[in-house]
């Protein structure tokens, strides 16, 4: 199990502020039972838990089975230990140093791909892990249009958790 430090509680409250409660935005991948807008069921995330991290977590409900009540009654300490068992501790995030830690421990969530490329890149420094956040999103508007209207509350995400100015909306 992993110590809930103040640096990894921190990181925990970002995400769950990042991600808020229910929604179900149909171009959001994340919201479908299969992973992939437009097939499966919508059944929409809460405080960022997937179907997919949901059956999981429940060790035996395969993720089509997931329903939005199921989604809906997601508990904070479901959501906590979600993130710290799916994506806090696979991502390598939490051996990084602190300062580190903060910035891509969100990012974990959003995306483990970018992080777990930042712990094999030996990112040490807040602006290390700054760079490595713009350099990955920079292809980002270029994957289609559902990626577009995310984009910016991705970058203000990674910038919140860094402690810098949001961009304007």
């Not at 769950?16 to 229910?22: A, D, Q, R």
């Not at 977590?57 to 906590?80: F, H, P, W």
């Not at 270029?142 to 577009?148: A, E």
């Amino acid at each position: 199990e992993i110590k809930r430090t103040p640096t990894v509680q921190k990181i925990i409250n970002t995400a769950k502020f990042s991600e808020g409660k229910y929604q179900n935005d149909p171009d959001d991948g994340g919201n479908w039972t299969s992973g992939v807008v437009n097939k499966g069921k919508l059944v929409g995330t809460n405080m960022g838990v997937t179907p997919e991290s949901l059956s999981k977590s429940l060790k035996d409900t395969d993720r089509s089975d997931i329903t939005e009540k199921m989604i809906r009654d997601v508990t904070k300490e479901q959501a906590d230990n979600i993130f710290v068992n799916q994506y806090l501790r696979p991502s390598g995030v939490l051996d990084m140093p602190e300062e580190v830690q903060l910035i891509l421990g969100d990012l974990a969530i959003l995306s483990p791909a970018t992080v777990r490329s930042a712990v094999k890149k030996g990112v040490k420094t807040a602006k290390e892990a700054m760079d490595h956040i713009a350099d990955s999103y920079a292809h980002i508007p270029y994957k289609g249009s559902r990626y577009r209207k995310y984009i910016k509350g991705w970058i203000n995400r990674s910038r919140r958790a860094a402690g810098m100015k949001e961009l304007d909306t």
